[in-house]
């Protein structure tokens, strides 16, 4: 098993960045594809993007693409998000998933962290 906090949210206007953490604690982190998730008020919780156990693959949304950069220290059991170009309908809650099999299907979330980005 394997614990996860997000960290990093919090209220940026429209073209500014932030990055968010995702520390893991528990099993070895390098076990596990590690994805991004995001989810607005009233909508679906969605894939941002994810990463593999090595970290030499990563993968993206469309909507987030070419803005959001997803990385791993496996040293550190850490997975970060870096946000670029932030538009106001990326304001969403942001969870981390830790998944034994592929990014997209966490079996293990935390419990997310606030982003908003003002216009």
């Known amino acids: 098993q394997v614990q996860l906090v997000e960290s990093g949210g919090g209220l940026v206007q429209a073209g500014g960045s932030l990055r968010l953490s995702c520390a893991a604690s528990?099993?070895?982190?390098?076990?596990?594809?590690m994805g991004w998730f995001r989810q607005a008020p009233g909508k679906e919780r969605e894939f941002v993007g994810g990463?593999?156990?090595?970290?030499?693959?990563?993968y993206y949304a469309s909507s987030v693409k070419d803005r959001f950069t997803i990385s791993r220290d496996n040293a550190k059991s850490t997975v970060f998000l870096q946000m670029n170009s932030l538009k106001p309908e990326d304001t969403a809650v942001y969870y981390c998933?830790?998944?034994?099999?592929?990014?997209?299907?966490?079996?293990?979330w935390g419990r997310g962290t606030q982003v908003t980005v003002s216009s």
């Open positions: 998933g830790a998944s034994l099999t592929i990014p997209n299907l966490p079996n293990y």
């Open positions: 528990g099993r070895t982190f390098s076990s596990y594809a």
């Open positions: 990463i593999n156990r090595s970290g030499s693959s990563t």
